[in-house]
């Protein structure tokens, strides 16, 4: 009875993790392509275009998906509404591809058109955070975590509507490129770098079977980042840079202390060896810490570097973000969700029945490391490529994440093969997360 309330439970994440996925290669074929594009501005229609098509299709799909999967876990309780989740997961999937289209013909009333389902789901998300939340009666910081990385999602969502609208209609006394970076921050900032802070000392201790010894860093982090954030994004939108650079200090403080407090949790693991997963996951966390660092480099007095493409713009700082930070941590993600729900689904209503494999029996993790290096490699030459504008390095990184992406979906299928052809061993073994 369990084992299938469980497995019932596993299908939604599991439908964003597979969402997720299917983004993955198709963000990847886009960069893939054309990979000129990271030499241009990144206010350049192609480049939005493919930033939405990694950061919604890709990233925003794996991450709300975890928290459907993390947050009945991590708080024990239940989902407040599963069909809201499935009403999510569908505006979410038919609006990416029309969001991804408008951008990239920059046709702000299409956007608008396919933006607000997407905007209906993302409000759906957060009601049903916040009363899952609510139901728990927890108050600690994962759950002040989940909370707020809703909100900041939500409030993401609301300014790219009003963006799009101010390209359509000019009506708001900004310059829009200020519009679009407090956009970008309270999205790639608030809701990511705010989830990171709590939910990964729920996931990291039971991965690892470890523990938090110490609550207080995780608290503080997570405030001082809040309190960063708060001020950070209406000092991009007035050009306030002192206010700015004041903001990232504090979001960099917060940055270090979890970092300290994570730090100590791994330091508690009784499972030594890091699986390929959890490595990439930590080097994406370990890289996110550069994000304030840059950024303070950006707003420096009398800094040459601005929007334009060359030089050390908001290009190599956004390519450093999203291929060095987010999407080894999203993948890596990837790497323990779906061999996990993949069992639940699989193999859950079976255990006591009939012998079952573990979920890491599951996953060849030789060939989970190759994808992940070649992702990882693909990081340096993007990274100078966007900065030199030299074709040839651009052409090698996307080139290397490619090849990463495609071994990578390569060996999810056959993670995910086990769900219409379960595969049942001669002797049991005892499921492990
Ligand atoms: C309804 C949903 C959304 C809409 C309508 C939207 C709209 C926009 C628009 C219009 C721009 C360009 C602004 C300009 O040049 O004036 C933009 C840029 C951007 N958005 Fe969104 N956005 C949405 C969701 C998100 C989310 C959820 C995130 C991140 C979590 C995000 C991250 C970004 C980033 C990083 C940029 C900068 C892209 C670049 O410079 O190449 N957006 N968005």
Redesign the pocket.
Known sequence: MAASWLATQGRLPLAFMLLGLGWLGVATAMLALSPGVLALS??APA??AL??AW??GVF?SVATGAIYQIAPVALGTTLWRERLGWWHFALQSISIPGMVYAFSRWDMAT?GLF?SP??LGIGLFAINTWKTVRNSGRHDAVAWSLQLAALW?LL??VV??V??AN?LWTFLPFD?IT??RA??HL??GG?FLTLLQGVTFRLVPMFTLGDVPDWRPVRSGLWLSQFGLISLAPALLLQWNLLASASAVLVLAGMLSSGHAFRRTLATRKKRALDPGLRAFLAGCGALLLAPILGLLLLWPASPWGSGGGGFGAMPYAVALLVGGLLPVIVGMLCKVIPFLTWMIAYGPKVGRVPTPSAGALTAPRLEAWALSLQGSAVVPLFIGAWTQEPWLLSLGACLLAAGVMLFVYHAGLVLRHLWAPRIPASAAPPSP
Do not use: M
């Open positions: 990144h206010a480049v939005v930033t939405h950061v919604l925003v956007l933006a997407f905007a999602l993401t969502v790219g509507l963006a799009a390209r829009p519009v679009l956009h970008a999205g790639l809701f």
